[in-house]
Structures are given as C-alpha cells and as structure tokens.
C-alpha cells in the first residue's frame, strides 16, 4: 500500500517524502539499469574486458581438459606455494607435465607437492624444487639459475608469474624500488639467466605475468633512472608504482619477443604476457587485506572475482595451448579467459621505442648486481 506523508516547514513549503513501495520499486529498477548499462559499457571497453566474470562476454579461449598432453615437456613456475602460481602447478600436473617450483623458500616444496599429490592423485606428473628463489633479491636468483644449470634439466617454458601488489615503499638490496625489484627485474634476471636452457628446447615458451593495473604507471611509463624510480614521491600512490611494474612487464614482454625474434631466426619462441584478471587470492593483503583482514577480504571477493583457478588459465593457455603455435601468437598481452587481446594493453605497452629503452635500461642495470653473470645470452 501506498503512503504518502507532508513535513511542513512554515508556510507553502510542504516537502513530500513518499516511503511508497513503488518508489522502491523504480529506485531498484533505475539501479539496475545503470548496472546494467555499467557492465555493457565495460564488456564493449577493451581494457576490461573479462577483468571479472562479470565482465566476461561469450566463451572461454581455453579449455583445460581438451588441451594436449604435456607428458616429457618441462615448466618452471614461479611464485608456486600459492595463488595464481600453485593453481597453474596444478594445472599442469593434470595434463602430465614435470614442473619445477620456483619457492621462495625451498622448504615449501614439499607443502606445495603435498598439497598438488592431494589435488591430483595419481597421474604421470613430476614435481621438482631446486632452490631457494626470493625474486627480489638478484643473488637469489642467480643462485636458482645456477641451480637449474647445474641439475641438467631441460626446459620448454618459463612461467615468470611471482610479483608483489601495493607494498610499502622500500628499495631492495640491489637498489631498487621494491615493486620494479620484484616484478620486473628479478621477472627480467631469471629469464636472461635461464635462456640458454630454454632454447634447446623445440618449441619454447616464455610467459610473463602482467596486469590491468599497468594502465596506472606514472606519466610517461617506466622511470628509466634508479634516482627517479626510488624517488617515493614519485608516486601518488603504491598504485601508481605496481602499474609501473605491471607496464613493465608487458613492455619486457614486447622486447624479450624482438630480440629473441632477431637474435634465433631460425627458431620462434612465443613470448606472452597476462592480465589473469581480478582474482582471489592474498595478492591484495597490502591493501584491501591490511583494512579487512584475510578470511573478510576474500569474502569480499569471492562474489566478484573469478576463483584462483579459474584465473591460472590464462597464462595455462599461454603455456600449453596448440592454439599459440598454430596461430603464431607471439609478443602479445593476454586477458581472461584466455583470450589475445593486445588491442587491450595501453598504447604505452605498445610503444616500441620505450621497449627499446626499457631493454638497455635493464641490462645496463643488471650489470651492475650479482644478476651481471646472467646476461650473456642478451648482450653482444
């Protein structure tokens, strides 16, 4: 029933406030259709499309129960004790691989193999630790290549997935900004390092993680100078410095793909780069994790982000889907679910000169930290 009552605040000024089911009724349905326009508006938006289920418009570019088995092939995996880097161990381990965990502690292999034994029972696949591998710190990271040369293991794909999300400002060992560090130079260290391995392989792949959050690099994109990129007032926010490192990352992608393309032509590597989308995981505990706590925070998420698994199959694609070799994708940017969309990636991701720039930027940095042994296969 419909009631209608009058505040009378003086003379000829009568408010009306209508506690109607019928307004209700239309506020709920005016909601509704800005939602609805909302996630059109979004679905049609390149940038974020399939960034949440939401989001996500018709099927899936990858089904992991058809995909080929992986039998005898041989995947590194960084960031593998949790998240999107344990789920794409899992992954892997349904369709035969043999995976070697990239742990920042080597003591959480055998968790994490626990874990995937109990996930996959069974089945044709061989876990592997080797090392510690903190991404941040470059002796850590040499002495995991040194590790993987020295066990003679093969390799045929490189899944660079571990990195930090709005941490606080700091600058590590090696004096750099914490977020860069991580996700971009410890990412750009362990690939240089393990390259000569990976191309004795006859269908090599490199997959390295990236993410929407690239769009909010500072102006201009990647901060070619350690005084400017340690410079905390360089950020607005810790957003602004995990895009940059995000920018980063498919940057490197675009110019790992160049110099790989011009350096073995007698060979493709299909190098790529993922936005897995907004996932649950611990990745925000800096942010939405510090404010609401763990178990609230993925409660929050739960509802709108695509669960861990579903967002390891992105970079899945990347590294065993026929579909890359079959159609030559190489040196492009990924979005959920599977699907190549470099039209999505920021005009900055794809600017060949600050590729260029960001490839010597790196190596002549690297050369100066224990990562300098690792560079031989990218310099001359």
Sequence with gaps: KATVSVLNWGPGRGVCVCGSHTMWLLVL?????????????????????????????????????AAPD????????????????????????????????????????????????????????????????EMGSLSSVAGFVEAYRKSGMALDCMVLNAGVMHVPHQVSDDGFEMHMAVNHFGTAALAFGLLGTLMKSARPRVVVMSSLGHFHAPAGGVLLSKAAMNDPKAYATRQHAYGQSKLANIVFVKALQKHLDAAHPEKKVYVNGVHPGGVVSDLMRHTLGAVLGETLARAVQRPLYWPTADGALTQVACAIDPRVEAEDIRGQYWVPIARNRDDAASPLARDAALADALWKFTIDALAETPASGLLASVRG
């Design 29 to 65: 349905v005016g909601v509704a259709a800005v939602l609805a326009a909302a996630v059109a508006a979004g679905r049609a938006y390149p940038p974020v499309s399939g960034s949440i289920p939401l989001l996500h418009v018709g099927p899936r570019g990858f089904d992991l129960a």
């Design 70 to 133: 992986q039998q005898g092939r041989v995947f590194l995996v960084t960031g593998a004790s949790r998240g999107l880097g344990f789920e794409t161990v899992v992954a892997l381990a349904q369709k035969n691989a043999t995976v070697v965990l990239g742990c920042r502690k080597a003591a959480d292999v055998s968790k994490v193999v626990a874990e995937v034994r109990r996930r996959v029972p069974g089945g044709g696949y061989t876990l592997r630790g080797l090392a510690d591998l």
